[in-house]
């Protein structure tokens, strides 16, 4: 071969390229004078769904966690603060959850709404805590739920929108999830405070634009081959609802973890007042390379929490696996739940086999 057909090659090939390369390549640059990070997770289950009549696969959204994308950024603002925000979404995601419509069982598959899960902007001093501000979890969110492990949805509702047949097999007025809750305080637009931790306790207090507010304690220590903590916290005013709840959770070095949950909360013209109770237990232990595996069972009991004089009680048992290089788990669980009212009324449990699998970028 000679050069000028070197060349020609050479030339051809060139054009190739430079037809499969855009000319004006873009970036992405960070506009703001704050570290910004960006992440997010997928999360994605598989139900097995059966209310004593019907049952049917279905394949939702995440239970135990939603998939969302965030945005966080922080920098210091003097040497001893640091100012930083939070902007988080939980994405939609079509046929999100599931029911069964009507005596003919025929299924609905509901989408989610999309919603902001946090939109907040905080101060942190080194020594005299954090002050923040916006859409983000009260001062008593997540006391009720305390554990140790990696299982799904210790809060129940496996269920989800079923409803509750009876032992004729017809539709009642019930669904299945909505009497259970751990009477937690959930997300608002607060102004919240949490204290530094101190001999291993933290303060935290919060003011809402509904008038209300909220405050909590936590504990988190250790003695020997335990772990433990514990937290308690209330929420009153603005909507007529008041509400205390708290936990305790223990690990041994063995992998054994002991978690137990309780509350009670008036709700002012209801003729309600829901109580709570959680039981949790597991061992999660290295059982393999790709993570800690959790096996657990979780018992809930709850009294009036959407209608006077019904119980919901949900029992789980599961297994979930870590799934440490990319961020993530795969879960398996097996739940019932059981309503009573008191009357000569009788409802068949509905049961779920639910898997969820979660990664994280």
């Avoid at 002050?131 to 969110?141: F, T």
């Avoid at 990696?150 to 079923?162: N, P």
């Avoid at 929490?305 to 599961?318: A, F, Q, R």
């Avoid at 799934?323 to 068949?348: C, P, V």
Wanted: proline share 1%; charged share 15%; hydrophobic share 35%.
């Amino acid at each position: 071969m000679d050069i000028k057909t070197i060349l020609k090659s050479s030339v051809a090939v060139g054009a190739l390229v430079a037809l499969a390369v855009p000319a004006q390549a873009g970036s992405i640059s960070q506009a703001g004078k704050l570290d910004l990070k960006v992440g997010g997770n997928v999360v994605k289950g598989i139900a097995h769904v059966d209310d004593g009549v019907n049952d049917h696969m279905f394949i939702p959204d995440g239970l135990s966690a939603d998939t969302e994308l965030y945005f966080s950024a922080s920098g210091k603002l003097t040497e001893s603060v640091t100012a930083g925000m939070l902007f988080k979404w939980n994405l939609a995601q079509t046929a999100a959850a599931y029911s069964f419509s009507n005596d003919d069982g025929d299924e609905v598959i509901a989408d989610a709404a999309e919603s902001v899960n946090k939109q907040n902007v905080y101060f942190k001093h080194k020594t005299a805590g954090t002050l923040s501000m916006g859409w983000m979890s009260q001062a008593g969110d997540g006391a009720s739920n305390l554990k140790y492990g990696k299982a799904l949805a210790t809060t129940g509702g496996f269920a989800r929108q079923t409803i509750v047949r009876n032992t004729t097999g017809a539709t009642t007025t019930i669904t299945a999830s909505n009497q259970l809750s751990n009477l937690d305080q959930g997300d608002d637009n607060v102004i919240r405070y949490d204290s530094p931790s101190i001999a291993g306790f933290t303060a935290s207090g919060s003011l809402h634009d509904d008038g209300g507010g909220a405050g909590a304690l936590r504990y988190a220590g250790s003695m020997g081959d335990v772990n433990f903590g514990a937290a308690i916290a209330y929420r009153g005013g603005g909507t007529g609802t008041k509400n205390i709840h708290g936990s305790v959770r223990a690990q041994h070095a063995s992998g054994l973890h002991l978690a137990y949950g309780g509350g009670h909360q008036t709700i002012a013209g209801s003729g309600r007042s829901p109580n709570l109770m959680r039981l949790h237990g597991g061992f999660e232990t290295s059982m393999n390379s790709l993570g800690k595996t959790d096996i657990y069972v979780t018992h809930i009991e709850n009294e009036d929490v959407e209608d006077p004089g019904v119980d919901g009680t949900e029992t789980v048992l599961g297994v979930t696996q870590g799934l440490d290089a990319i961020g993530g788990y795969i879960g398996i669980a097996y739940s019932t739940t059981e309503i009573e009212d008191g009357t000569a009324n009788t409802y068949q449990d509905v049961d779920v086999i639910y898997l969820e699998t979660k990664v994280a970028f």
